[in-house]
């Protein structure tokens, strides 16, 4: 897959780790470096009760790890010599943070003139945003939460990071081939709010707004347009059932003992239930009519019901809930598997979600400790003798893990 492609990161917070992780995870050589001691990440919660950090383990799964004195010249000129050395598949330099002296595009590039440079930043105009202020901007928070909140009510799940992070990998791997091509080098700019507006954009959600010239409303669980929510349950748990297709709807209709009250109501209101419109404008009239269904039964009971008959649904678990009980979240699924992460212990972690036909899906493997590998880069990559890396490791310009 991406096997001797080598990639130079220096990151913080979540989108460009993730591009990093994508890459490593399809094969390639990703060598993040960081001040000696840690970043901003090295102790990032949640942390185990010994105080390491799972936020680096999950983030930084099969990268090397270089730690560098970047106050000093010459930490700055062994990360410029790293993006910069020499072979057909390296020269990538990935980023989200304050491009140091001598690690700029124009002196990256007087070193390597193919160089390829990804920069992360928050605004289209330089400006700092991280993901709390884009999905702030573009509306989500609110159309999330509750019918009944008032106010904006904040997306937990650091989307637009994460997205983020997949069109950084996009973008290194289209800048690898115009290089393949062309033999070019370039720097590539992304934008943390561009990432939100353009997706966004894509779901509709702004067109929506300048050409109809209204707000999505707050619908707490429903999906709009159609008709889909979540139903209590007997034994007090909750599951989601969305409906998408007509035959889903007369399927539930029919699983649940309801085609005679349902046929009532479109005839009460004129209504073709097999239309996504009238299912929305019968949203509230359907929940009423399939709550009692659900909440006299227990969860396991309707499970069996709604997939002898073919309907979507799913349940809502707590994070514990999916690590004990989901066997999607087992190593009987190939792309997860057993790990002995250092200082952490052993656990199950996800490799590449991709599953390539023509070669065997790579295994996960552990984060690195910080500096792990600083000895190890500095011989293989630089090619510097265990007494030039001696006498760096005594100037204090790099330093190997705790």
Known sequence: MLSGIRVVESSAF???????????????????????GGGVDANRWPVTAKGESLYWAGLNKGKRSLA???????GRELVAALIAA?????????????VRDGLDYETLKAKRADVIMLLIQGNPDGSTAVDYTVNAAVGFPFVTGPESAIGPVNNVLPAWDLTCGLHAAIGLLTADRHRRLTGEGQQITLSLFNVGAALTAALGYTAEAEIN?????????????????????SDGRRIMVPIVTARQMMDLAKATGQEGQMKALEASRGLDLRKDGDRWSAREALAALFEPWFAARPYNEIAGVLARAGILFGPYQRFTELV???TRFT????????????????????????????SPRLPPAPAPRLGQ???????????????????LHDAGVVAGPK
């Open 373 to 391: 590998h600083t000895d190890e880069i500095l011989s293989s990559v630089l090619g510097l003798d265990s007494g030039a890396i001696g006498r």
């Open 324 to 326: 004990r009980d989901d």
């Open 68 to 74: 560098v004195n970047l106050a000093d010249p010459r």
């Open 213 to 233: 010239g209204t707000d999505r409303e707050r619908l707490g669980n429903s999906i709009y347009g159609t008709f889909g929510r979540d139903f209590p349950t």
């Open 14 to 36: 979540v989108a460009a780790p993730v591009c990093g992780m994508t890459l490593a995870q399809l094969g390639a050589d990703v060598i993040r470096f960081d001040p000696i």
């Open 86 to 98: 020499p072979g057909p598949n390296a020269g990538f330099y990935l980023t989200n943070l304050p």
């Open 331 to 358: 190593t009987a699924n190939k792309m997860i598997a057993e790990i002995e992460q250092p200082g952490v212990g052993r656990y199950r972690v996800p490799g590449s979600p991709l599953d390539f036909g023509a």
